[in-house]
């Protein structure tokens, strides 16, 4: 066998199986009879570099698809690349100081494919360096038409089946993007803005109003009051004008209003937030669009118009002053709706736009359906399917996307929705091969978008195969995703698999949690706590960055990049390559008789097979990982290899090949529960001690093997002698004049004698043990003070007394004494007696353990 490093070379050992691997033992095999085991893997968007965060949940996918692999499943570990999408064309946007309109359409969406495709290439060689096992037979491009077809073929198959409609709605809306967003998209964030009081002019008298929007009072189109406010009792039913715009609106009656908030009358716009929406639907008011697609004032406004928004409210706010309708102003803490992108305050404008459908109480029974872990998450998808106010706005004013497949006809507004067998297209670059039911061929095509997670949504169906496999291999087994996007990707895809199949996505849904920053906050560059892998690769390779995410967390749990704790895990690794340098010139893969120590140590092993396959079905990658460590460290290293030492270097027999191959079994063993987590180093170990790949072998099974409790007996037995010998101050290999073990277990004395360096007897019962005195130790600070100056001479003759007489004086409670032929008595504290322990007539110290005493000789 070749010569072993003494430290271990992460970098070149992993570099070397990065290059030398081959990649089609990852493959799933569609025709195989194992058992499927589909990962429905997420799709990154492939903007900037792959992180941590992006590590730490690609080590978990892996340490799931390797360990089933391992159990037998025929695993499908799919890379998808979800393109599309604002991130990418904001990018573009920024690197190339344009925005979207001055470009031509082909040019941008040239520009953002260019800028993903440099992307994906990056994270190729990242992920590649990191050893993960992913089946690039499978992997999936959103932009690419072989990807795009699908999610058209979604559109039209939901559409036909009416799950899709197009229809005048109140959407979310970011003015800077220029697009509706959904409300997965609207974050919220907590502004400080401005209370304004007015006065509203009716026939019943004045009404005063707070708002913290008047840029939207041409947008009024009622005022609402609680039913049950006394206050205003004589305005319901009544109208009231708006100030400045000079126009009559209605006084409704609602119990949703506040009467503790601002004066108790809330004025109803199109739109300032989600309950104006919900008023104007209830109460059938009319539409006052203010604010269009840009975030400027409509003609609505009068005056104002082209204004900005924060424009038209500056000269409001001055207009009204000047004219005494606003009264009083006070600060406000308020919600304010962001677009997650661009952190714009959204602004909610009624548009003609493609909604799905959502049937909030089939997401929730479906998710039932599914196996949740950790289990509290199901509650965050139901508590979203509860709060969201209306149909999922699927249509989005970009460019970067998949093309919605639809053409309206210019004579007759007639909608054209593609046939499948048409697709994919893009209706701005193709004509629709038929003509209208009107007979004209002039054809609008649809500019809007999709919303990307049109795309990701049917993740799970493409990788099982959908729309075109006979054999579609529905539900699939997992789904591992980050909390963050429960209400969007976990939630669209239980929507649209539910829709298109009829079958529930996954069978279990494992929810992973954030890699924090050192700092403790979500890594981020802006916060300078961002690391990026390949530093991680550099000082201490990938297997200690692999190892630090098995150990740092349990699912469902933010874990904090330490990078002590990647030193812990290098430690870790350096440790067991000194194990298995050391073992490598002394073990042999033969077949021997254990003796009890070895059956100790096989014992501990099916210990550790059983507990790690548990921990592994259960995704507790953390206790296997602590388990094996432990293992390794103290059962393995620190135990049974000093045990046998003297038997692996000693004279050829059954102990020794026994010792051989049970260190073999260990290793081997160990390699394989540890290819998960860290397949470079198990990988380095294996096929140095078989020659094959660790990454095709299958899980350890327990061998069935009790911990034998006569090896258990010997191993404490032989940790006593240590702690013995350092108590002494002895060298651990200092030689010990004899031993003599008495157990009932009949012990093995072969391991004993090499650890104490020593003869070792083994007997059974107990020791026949005598206590002899050997000395007699008078105590000076009880004589002192009560024989003053006689003290002296008293403790000398103490001290020449027979020790055994001196004891049997003591346990009477006098020792009497004679000095110079004066006696005296002295109490029984007055000394203390030394003994000696005898066994046989032979001075002995005693170690007592549980069930076996040891005698050494002294
Ligand atoms: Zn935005
Ligand atoms: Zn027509």
């Known amino acids: 066998m070749s010569e072993v490093s003494k430290e271990y070379d992460f970098n070149c050992i992993e570099e070397k199986w990065v290059q030398s691997w081959d990649a089609c033992i990852y493959h799933f095999d569609w025709q195989s009879k194992k058992p499927q085991y589909i990962i ?82 990056r994270f190729h060689k990242s992920m590649g360096r990191l050893g993960l096992s992913i089946d690039w037979s499978n992997e999936y491009v959103t932009m690419k038409p072989e990807y795009y077809v699908k999610t058209q073929t979604s559109f039209v198959r939901m559409h036909q089946n009416g799950q899709i409609y197009r229809e005048d709605h109140p959407v979310n809306w970011c003015p800077r993007c220029g697009t509706a967003i959904a409300f997965a998209e609207v974050e919220y964030d907590s502004r400080t803005t401005t209370l304004n009081y007015m006065r509203f002019v009716s026939a019943e008298g004045e009404m005063q109003i707070a708002t913290s929007r008047p840029e939207l009072l041409p947008a009024c189109v009622g005022v609402a009051v609680n039913p049950h406010d006394g206050r205003y009792q004589k305005f319901i039913g009544k109208t009231v004008r708006v100030p400045i715009f000079d126009y009559e609106v209605p006084v409704l009656a609602d119990p949703v209003v506040d009467t503790a908030f601002g004066t108790g009358i809330v004025m109803i716009c199109t739109f300032g937030d989600k309950q104006d929406v919900r008023w104007w639907m209830e109460h059938h008011l009319p539409l006052r669009q203010v604010i269009d697609r840009e975030g400027r004032l409509t003609a609505v406004a009068g005056p104002y118009a082209g204004c900005s928004v924060s424009q038209a409210k500056d000269r409001i706010i001055q207009d009204m002053q000047k004219e005494d309708i606003i009264f009083k102003q006070e600060p406000l803490e308020q919600n304010v709706g962001l677009c997650w992108r661009c952190k714009t305050p959204i602004e909610i404008l009624s548009e003609r736009q493609w909604f799905v459908r959502i049937n909030a109480e089939e997401i929730k029974k479906t998710a039932e359906e599914i196996e949740w872990v950790p289990p509290h998450m199901q509650v965050r ?128 849904i494992l929810v992973n949690g954030m890699a924090l920053g050192e700092d403790g906050h979500k890594m981020s560059k802006s916060l300078n706590n961002f690391i990026r892998p390949e530093e991680v690769f550099a000082t201490n390779g990938a297997d200690a960055l692999r190892q630090w995410g098995a150990m740092g967390g349990s699912p469902g749990n933010d874990i904090m990049f330490q990078w002590k704790e990647i030193t812990a895990a290098s430690r870790f690794q350096q440790k067991l390559w000194s194990i298995f340098r050391f073992s490598l010139p002394l073990i042999a893969n033969v077949d021997a008789t254990p003796g009890q120590v070895d059956r100790w140590l096989l014992g501990e092993l099916d210990r550790l097979v059983v507990k790690a396959t548990k921990a592994m079905d259960a995704f507790q990658f953390d206790e296997t990982m602590k388990a094996i460590r432990g293992f390794a460290w103290e059962t393995l290293a620190d135990n049974y290899i000093e045990l046998v030492k003297a038997r692996l270097y000693g004279p050829d027999g059954q102990e020794k090949r026994a010792a051989q191959s049970t260190l073999y079994r260990a290793l081997e063993t160990l390699a394989r529960l540890m290819a998960p987590f860290t397949p470079f180093i198990s990988e380095e170990i294996y096929h140095t001690l078989t020659e094959e790949s660790v990454h095709v072998q299958s899980w350890p099974e327990p061998s069935g093997v009790e911990v034998d409790p006569a090896g258990l007996a010997i191993k404490e037995i032989a940790a006593a002698i240590r702690r013995y010998k350092a ?90 004494v004679d000095v110079d032929g004066e006696s005296f008595d002295l109490p029984a504290e007055a000394a203390e007696i030394e003994t000696e322990t005898l066994s046989a007539g032979l001075a002995v110290d005693v170690l007592r353990l549980d069930g076996a005493s040891v005698l050494v000789r002294r």
């Open 727 to 816: 108590e002494k101050g002895m060298a651990l290999n200092a030689p010990l004049p004899g031993i003599v073990v008495y157990s009932d277990l009949g012990l093995e004395t072969f391991d004993l004698s090499g650890v104490a360096n020593s003869t070792v007897e083994s007997r059974a019962g107990k020791p026949d043990i005598e206590m002899k005195p050997v000395a007699v130790k008078p105590q000076m600070k009880v004589i002192g003070p009560r024989f003053k100056d006689k003290s002296g001479r008293i403790i000398r003759a103490l001290a020449a007394m027979d020790p055994a007489r001196a004891a049997e004086q003591k346990a009477s409670g006098l020792i009497k």
């Open 381 to 508: 998808l139901k508590n979203w399917a509860d709060s969201v106010e209306w149909d999922w706005c699927i249509s989005r004013q970009r460019i970067f996307a998949t093309p919605i497949p639809v053409w309206y006809c210019r004579s007759c507004g007639e909608v054209l929705v593609a046939k499948e067998e048409w697709l994919p297209l893009d209706p701005n670059q193709t004509r629709p091969p038929v003509r209208c039911k009107c007979g004209s061929d002039d054809f609008i095509p649809e500019k809007d978008v999709l919303d990307t997670w049109m795309d990701s949504s049917i993740s799970a169906l493409a990788v099982a195969g959908w729309p075109d496999r006979k054999d579609l291999r529905m539900p699939t087994q997992l789904r591992p995703q980050g909390h963050d996007i429960i209400r969007t990707w976990a939630f669209y895809t239980i929507l649209r698999t539910k829709s298109l199949e009829g079958v529930r996505p996954w069978d279990t």
């Open 40 to 121: 429905d893997t997420p799709p990154p968007y492939p903007t900037g570099n792959f992180h941590i965060g992006n590590a730490l949940n690609w080590c978990y996918i892996d340490y799931v698809a390797r360990y089933k692999r391992m159990r037998g499943y025929n695993v499908m570990f799919p890379q998808g690349w979800d393109c599309h999408g604002l991130p990418t064309e904001v990018k573009v946007e920024e690197i190339n100081h344009i925005t979207k309109n001055q470009v031509p359409r082909e040019e941008f969406r040239r520009l953002c494919e260019k800028l993903t495709e440099e992307a994906i290439e």
